[in-house]
């Protein structure tokens, strides 16, 4: 994974001059808080939970987080990735019934943070 700062992207067609071959994905972090800000205001009081499925990227999981976003897992694989990036066991929720003995038993494992 490459990272760029905000500067190299603050001129028209900047993106579009990226010596990668396509398709590719770029993500701001500025863009990935100020959109759960956006989501926050707009369903006020509302637990918003990100589903792991639709992007599991570390850096992408880790703006979220900082956002104070909760999360959707659906496997031990996504619970064990949100245990690397220390989020509580309070800001995860399962949305899936496959494999629950496997998952009840590892979420077990993820303790509440006092």
Request: hydrophobic share 40%; aromatic share 12%; net charge neutral.
């Amino acid at each position: 994974m490459s990272y760029f700062s905000s500067a190299e992207f603050s001129t028209p067609g900047a993106v579009g001059k990226l010596d990668y071959p396509t398709p590719y994905f770029l993500f701001s972090k500025a863009m990935i808080t100020k959109t759960v800000a956006l989501y926050n205001r707009a369903f006020g009081g509302v637990e918003l939970a990100y589903a792991m499925k639709s992007n599991s990227e570390p850096e992408v999981l880790a703006a979220i987080k900082d956002s104070g976003c909760s999360f959707e897992v659906a496997s031990v694989y996504e619970l064990d990735m949100l245990k690397q990036l220390d989020v509580p066991a309070e800001r995860i929720i399962c949305g899936t019934s496959v494999s629950a003995c496997a998952f009840s038993d590892s979420s077990r494992s993820h303790k509440r943070k006092s």
